[in-house]
């Protein structure tokens, strides 16, 4: 083995032990999914052979959902200021930067309008009708009569700290906002505290790792109190929400992002998506398109997308392109508030819309985050349809593929566009590798001829051509 070898079978060494323990950690979560579909099931049982007992279990599902308010206010703040670091990182690369961010906003935006389009056409949940919450309904029908002036200055907060301490999610929001951008302004200066926060959020979600190993007894709790009350209603409508979701998915991607992709690229959906058959193959296995992020990164480069592109593209679009993940938050809260028969009123859809746009970008990566900001976003608008959270909680593994697929599905084409964009992209390669006349090397998951070093990071890349 020669000098220059030794180093490379010491990183894939090093690789292979570091996938060995991703795997491990994959293996537990597939663990927690398991029991939650065998807790879903046991629930469904109850329910139907024992309704008057599993009536009397709805406060083991609203025990879990008050376990995810708790951790709402500190997600929610962590994730926006860091998100707001991220773009002004990702802005100093200039057009790809640009771009890609601009054109994360508008598509994540049109997932969400084609979530609230399907939820308002099928009206899932309706005719459950839980009653859960009327108390609360009236003191939220008391509180509607305020003007706009009351409203905006509500959500201010008493002080800095105060949004935390009373739950406010909206304060909270407005917080996270002046924070993110008072660091953005200070520029260097500002990264201590940056990664600082980075440090909490960490802190955050792995609280909120613990407090998912609840699910199980939670979907437990929640679908049998449902079922209980409800009886085979409540099952018609669970599987109709999900049926919709993965319809909708399939379009948003054939359709939306096939169109874009063809007119912009004169790239054929089916192809691109053909060529990234095993990682797609990896997602359905583990439910987390994380999983396939550095394949996605070896396979664009190989695909012909320059690797500065890439780098930028790729990672940033993993916290702020999550076309999947936007359908089912709008979907989820048409659900929940149909369910509980207080459906959401077309203001409240579009306001609810505007805070999913940026609550939603960080709903990626982390086991639970997308049920937190589904939590948070009812908490903000209708907080007494939060409860109904647990209810989505028993479907939501059987909708996570889904989400996840479609999610890694707009990254892919989203770099294909930028790279497009940008003048970054060899469309030569690309006829070639999308014809299967230039193969990806699995062996290494690199294109070592054309790539001598891995992508840079998204905030330090380069556009320079070597």
Request: proline share 4%.
């Amino acid at each position: 083995m020669t000098s220059k070898e030794a180093p490379v079978a010491e990183e894939r060494t090093e690789t292979a032990g570091t996938e060995g323990r991703g795997a491990r950690r994959r293996d537990r979560s597939h663990y927690l999914y398991l029991a939650v579909i065998v807790a879903v099931l046991c629930g469904i049982a109850v329910g139907l052979l024992f309704p008057d007992v599993a009536k009397d279990l709805k406060p083991i599902g609203t025990g879990f959902v008050n376990l995810i308010k708790m951790l709402i206010s500190p997600i929610i703040f962590c994730t926006i200021v860091l998100g707001i670091g991220s773009v002004r990182k990702a802005a100093k690369v200039g057009a790809v930067g640009g771009l890609a961010l601009g054109y994360f906003m508008v598509m994540s935006t049109v997932a969400l309008g084609i979530g609230l389009l399907v939820g308002n056409l099928i009206h899932p949940g309706d005719g459950l009708d839980l009653n859960a919450g009327k108390e609360a309904a009236a003191k939220q029908a008391e509180g509607a009569s305020e003007g706009t002036a009351d409203f905006l200055l509500s959500v201010i907060p008493k002080t800095l700290v105060s949004a935390f301490t009373e739950g406010s999610v909206l304060q909270t929001l407005f917080v996270a906002l002046l924070v993110g951008f008072a660091l953005q302004a200070m520029g260097a200066a500002g990264e201590p505290v940056l990664r600082g926060v980075g440090h909490i959020q960490r802190l955050v979600f792995r609280v909120l790792a613990m407090v998912m190993w609840a699910a199980p007894v939670g979907a437990f709790g929640a679908i049998a109190a449902v079922v209980g009350e409800t009886g085979f209603k409540a099952l018609q409508s669970l599987a109709v929400i999900m049926i919709a979701f993965y319809v909708t998915c399939v379009l948003f991607v054939f359709i939306v992002l096939g169109t874009v992709l063809k007119l912009c690229t004169g790239v054929n959906i089916f192809s691109l998506l053909k060529y990234l058959g095993r990682e797609f193959l990896l997602i359905l296995s583990t439910s987390s398109s994380e999983t396939a992020l550095p394949r996605l990164i070896a396979k664009m480069e190989h695909l012909g997308v320059s690797k500065p592109v890439v780098g930028i593209t790729v990672p940033t679009g993993y916290s702020f392109n999550l076309d999947g993940t936007a359908i089912y938050l709008t979907m989820a809260s048409l659900f929940i508030a149909n369910a509980m028969g207080d459906p959401l009123n077309v203001g409240e859809q579009i306001a609810l819309l505007g805070f999913m746009i940026i609550a939603s970008k960080g709903a990626a990566g982390v086991t639970g985050a997308g049920i937190a900001t589904l939590a948070g976003g009812l908490q903000s608008h209708r907080p007494e349809l939060v409860d109904g959270v647990g209810l989505i909680v028993g479907i939501d593994r059987f909708m996570s593929e889904a989400r996840a697929l479609t999610n890694f599905a707009g990254n892919a084409v989203a770099t294909v566009l930028v790279g497009t964009w940008t003048k970054e992209i060899d469309r030569e390669r690309v006829d070639r590798v999308l014809a299967g006349h230039e193969p990806f090397d699995e062996r290494t998951l690199m294109d070592e001829g054309a790539h001598d070093a891995p992508p840079a990071p998204a905030d330090t890349p380069s556009l320079s051509k070597p």
